[in-house]
């Protein structure tokens, strides 16, 4: 089993910025790809960023360009960097690990962290 801890999220005022972290511990050697969904209320959770999917790094196109995913293999953490954040960016964001880099639903889950943008 892997276990995901997500921190980072909070509220920030329209076109701020904020980081999110995404922990994971357990059999980590599964991990081939890891991930950032989010929901907001009443929707679906949607995949924003991952990394890899096959051989690129995938973006949603309502983030590109703003957001960042990343990933420190050396401390198994994958982060999400969120510029000029919008209010439409409000969501619980859920990190996401996948046994593939194919395309398919995640293995893991973690509990999420709220985002919360304010005009």
């Known amino acids: 089993q892997v276990q995901l801890v997500e921190s980072g999220g909070g509220l920030v005022q329209a076109g701020g910025s904020l980081r999110l972290s995404c922990a994971s511990s357990?059999?980590?050697?599964?991990?081939?790809?890891m991930g950032w969904y989010r929901q907001a209320p009443g929707q679906e959770r949607v995949l924003v960023a991952r990394?890899?999917?096959?051989?690129?790094?995938y973006y949603d196109g309502s983030v590109k360009g703003r957001f960042t995913i990343s990933r420190d293999n050396a401390t198994n953490t994958a982060y999400l960097q969120m510029n000029n954040l919008k209010i439409e960016d409000t969501a619980m964001y859920y990190c996401?690990?996948?046994?593939?880099?194919?395309?398919?639903?995640?293995?893991?889950w973690g509990q999420g962290t709220q985002v919360t943008v304010s005009s």
């Open positions: 357990g059999n980590i050697h599964m991990i081939n790809s």
């Open positions: 996401a690990a996948y046994h593939t880099v194919g395309w398919g639903s995640p293995n893991y």
């Open positions: 990394i890899p999917t096959g051989y690129i790094t």
